[in-house]
């Protein structure tokens, strides 16, 4: 009786690695990729050394999709042909390009601020009547805020930075109750009413 081997061969092994379409981790690593880029995309500026960071790291994980795709586009995959399978190989690509839209419209942004405004402003009007905050940083709404920043605000007002993950960053807002810009900045953008955006160099 003659056995046969069990073992695929190491062609049809690799064929079917290949043919196979994105598993749960990837999907997963590419998922956090998205919303930690929803995220930080929510801060008053995006710092330099997060975009460096966000491009990193979906240039990594697209240019691993791209060579699995082209591999089994080539081996003339069947995958493609289910709907599940269909669904694995498009999140990537489709949760990529929702992410360059909420970077592209700053609606991360807008929310995480609207969402926070009234514990920000409370926060401000501490600031401005001279009370000193806790040491380091405090969470105020969604946001972290730290009191060091460098320089004076507008007569009245307050300047603080806010941090995300760790990430030391010169961004923040300024509160300004008579409406005037925010001295020694860097950057900054008129968010409506008493508030600014504001940016120093980054803390590198």
């Keep these: 009786m003659v056995e046969h081997d069990s073992q695929p061969r190491p062609s049809t092994a690799k064929r079917e690695l290949i043919d196979r379409p994105p598993g749960w981790m990837f999907l997963t690593l590419v998922t956090a990729a998205g919303v930690f880029t929803f995220w930080w995309a929510s801060a008053p500026f995006l710092p330099l050394e997060t975009v460096l960071f966000i491009g990193l790291v979906w240039t990594a994980l697209m240019t691993i999709w791209w060579i ?53 402003e409370a926060y401000a009007q501490k600031l401005a009547h001279g009370a000193e905050p806790d040491p380091g940083c405090e969470r105020v709404g969604l946001y972290r805020a730290c009191k060091d920043w460098l320089g004076d605000p507008a007569p009245g007002g307050a300047m603080f930075l806010v941090t995300d993950f760790g990430v030391e960053t010169a961004v ?7 409406g005037q810009e925010p001295a020694l900045a860097v950057d900054f953008e008129h968010l409506g009413g008493r508030w600014w955006a504001t940016r120093q160099w980054d803390k590198w």
């Design 172 to 178: 923040g807002f300024a509160w300004s109750p008579t």
């Design 68 to 120: 699995w795709w082209i591999a089994a586009m080539a081996m003339a995959s069947t995958t493609f042909s289910r709907a599940r399978a269909r669904g694995r190989w498009l999140a990537p690509p489709l949760i990529l390009a929702a992410a360059l839209g909420v970077l592209a419209t700053d609606a991360p942004f807008h929310v995480r601020f609207a969402l926070s405004e009234a514990s920000l």
